[in-house]
């Protein structure tokens, strides 16, 4: 089997444990005797889930239908599309028309506020494969998302009603579609083939999971437990479907900003990573257990870590100090505050210690001598000898 396939096992979840799965609901409107139930088309990549959408919504027999309407985060290539339609005809629930609120999820759809949006409160799945070669992987890795998604809203994929198509069904290599589902279907759910783009198997696979639905909201009805339960509502105005589109997109908006307002960062990108040196013995033999009280002083990131020891123990407090600028840039005057203040300098050097013992002027700042001033004193003396003996001879002379 594909690396990843999915294994039945109702209670699956974190190492073992026990999950629980909440039902979920479709609305039923007493002031209009209507039950609105939810339908999501989800698959990977180019699998073809807004063709769906788009075929669909031209060739449903509906009674009456909204346009066409496309949402999602600005950032996002792909985009969610939406109607929904009340089927014409005979209401397939006595006593109550049904209307089906009908959304595309592609597989370019990254942005995980948007897919827990479009997922919230699905009543049925339509799951598109893609035939095509090399999609094995990811038509499984899609299936996974789903299941991750879904059970993120408390919701087990294995319950709900569910359909799978097989799509690209027409590309001269596409494998059987025995063989595209043998690692996507382990609960047995109806399989469709479709060439989406032609329009055909759209339809066929629409009816499928219309029919699934609104079976297991007759069981509700009838008094039997089923994975859908009714909300009933008594509302004297139906929603219109641009107040729907407007709700989704403020409720998009409105999670994107308490993201960030409460920090959760779980999308951020994940930079360089630094090792400290970090060797207080005080420290050995315990682990960071609580980070509390960050706040800049200056270039400085000062924070408190409350460490524990892993044998069990009293916990103590490391401050940690973060210069906050690079390496070749010089530091500024670190504040002294009454929470941080710089430790005292111990054996410290009176002033005069660091004076040298004897103190040279640069050789520019020298006073030079003047040129040649060994010469004149040797021209002195010479000229003091020479007069001297000028002078006995002048005498003998005169003497004589």
Request: with cysteine; net charge negative.
């Amino acid at each position: 089997m594909t690396s990843g396939a999915i294994t039945p096992n109702r209670q699956r979840g974190t190492a073992g444990t026990l999950r629980l799965y909440c039902q979920v609901m479709a609305l039923i409107n007493f002031a209009h005797r209507e039950i609105t139930a939810k339908v999501v088309y989800f698959g990977a990549p180019g699998a073809g889930t807004n063709t769906n959408l788009q075929v669909l919504h031209e060739t449903v027999r509906a009674g009456e239908r909204s346009r066409l309407h496309e949402f999602g985060p600005g950032e996002e290539a792909e985009r969610t599309r939406y109607f929904d339609y009340v089927p014409e005809g005979t209401a397939p629930i006595t006593g109550f028309s049904t209307r089906f609120r009908v959304y595309s999820m592609p597989g370019g759809l990254l942005h995980p506020i948007h897919r827990e949006e479009v997922l919230k409160g699905t009543d049925a799945i339509v799951f598109i494969a893609d035939a095509r070669p090399g999609k094995d992987q990811v038509n499984v890795d899609a299936l996974l998302e789903l299941e991750r998604a879904l059970a993120e809203q408390g919701i087990e994929m294995a319950s709900l009603p569910m359909v799978l198509q097989v799509n690209h069904t027409d590309d001269p290599n596409a494998a059987p579609s025995e063989k595209v589902v043998y690692d996507l279907n382990p609960y047995g759910f109806p399989v469709t083939e479709a060439v989406a783009k032609d329009a055909i198997g759209v339809g066929q696979t629409h009816k499928k999971i219309v029919g699934v639905t609104v079976s297991r909201i007759r069981d509700n009805l009838s008094g039997s437990e089923t994975s859908i339960t009714l909300t009933a509502v008594h509302r004297a105005t139906r929603d219109r479907d641009e107040d729907i589109i407007q709700r989704h997109i403020e409720a998009i908006a409105h999670a994107e900003h308490q993201t960030q307002a409460t920090g959760d960062f779980d999308t951020l990108h994940r930079g360089d990573e630094y090792e400290l040196p970090f060797q207080p013995r005080e420290f050995l033999g315990m682990r960071p257990a609580e980070v509390r009280g960050v706040h800049m002083e200056g270039d400085r990131i000062v924070m408190d870590v409350v460490m524990e020891r892993i044998s069990g123990g009293q916990p103590k407090l490391l401050p940690l100090v973060l210069i906050n600028r690079p390496t070749d840039v010089a530091p500024l005057p670190a504040p002294v505050t009454s929470s941080h203040t710089p430790a005292p300098v111990l054996n410290a050097s009176p002033a005069t210690a660091s004076l040298p013992d004897k103190i040279e002027l640069p050789s520019q700042m020298r006073q030079e001598e003047p040129e040649g001033s060994d010469i004149s004193i040797w021209v002195g003396i010479a000229g003091l000898v020479g007069g001297l003996l000028a002078g006995l001879l002048l005498g003998f002379l005169f003497w004589y």
